[in-house]
């Protein structure tokens, strides 16, 4: 499988700054990264679908110009929130798409925003 | 309705244990199944991946799809302590659907196994 490489494990910001975080495919050549977003006891919820060398497509309900997608290389994708608020603290995970849509995920990333 | 609808439990089994977790769908155009394992504050990990129906084996895991009732399960036998964590299933429709490389996850099921 892929192995993928998510980084920062666990940042904490104050409110109205931006955090970047990054997912970066260490052995494979990914064309399509997925960005995930997680609640404590939920199960992930897809925010956007990040397409190499080209826009990133947004689930209804997930503002693009909040959650700033930019894939570009073959090997990363980073996600950025930008002016952070407390509503967006969550746990964001990335993964990448290998053949027959099978998807191997970064370690996670912890986003507290004070 | 979900598209894809999974018990969350949580289940509390003792160790050695067979576990049986389930999810069932409605989406017929489903045909990739997967079932991720996910430790608290970690990224989900892969277990199995089935295409068809039947069984597929790996270790102490076997995973079951059965498309004609919409309906798969993951076996784990001998379950160890080791094997506490959320399990998610998860299935992609296939090529030249409109949704093609999107996973949609079940709940996900809080599995504890005590020594």
């Known amino acids: 499988g892929a192995v993928v490489s998510q980084h920062p494990s666990w940042v904490i910001c104050k409110s109205g700054t931006s955090v970047k975080i990054e997912c970066r495919s260490l052995d494979f050549q990914a064309t399509t990264m997925f960005w995930y977003r997680q609640f404590p006891k939920q199960s992930l919820m897809l925010m956007a679908t990040?397409?190499?060398?080209?826009?990133?497509?947004?689930e209804q309900g997930v503002e693009k110009d909040k959650f700033l997608i930019n894939h570009a290389s073959l090997t990363l994708s980073t996600l950025t929130v930008t002016s952070a608020h407390p509503e967006d603290s969550s746990f964001y995970i990335c993964s990448v798409t290998m053949p027959k849509n099978i998807q191997y995920f970064g370690a996670g990333t912890r986003l507290s925003v004070l | 309705q979900k598209e894809v609808e999974q018990d969350p439990g949580p289940l509390s089994v003792p160790e050695g244990a067979i576990v049986s977790l389930n999810c069932t769908y409605s989406n017929s155009a489903f045909q990739y199944f997967m079932w991720y394992r996910q430790y608290s504050r970690k990224g989900p990990e892969l277990l199995m991946y089935?295409?068809?129906?039947g069984n597929k084996e790996d270790g102490r895991f076997t995973a079951q799809v059965d498309k004609s009732s919409k309906y798969i399960s993951l076996f784990i036998r001998d379950s160890q302590p080791s094997d506490s964590a959320t399990y998610l299933c998860a299935m992609s429709v296939g090529a030249g659907g409109t949704s093609y490389g999107k996973l949609t996850f079940g709940q996900g099921t809080i599995l504890t196994v005590h020594p």
């Open positions: 990040s397409n190499e060398g080209s826009k990133a497509t947004y």
């Open positions: 089935t295409y068809s129906s």
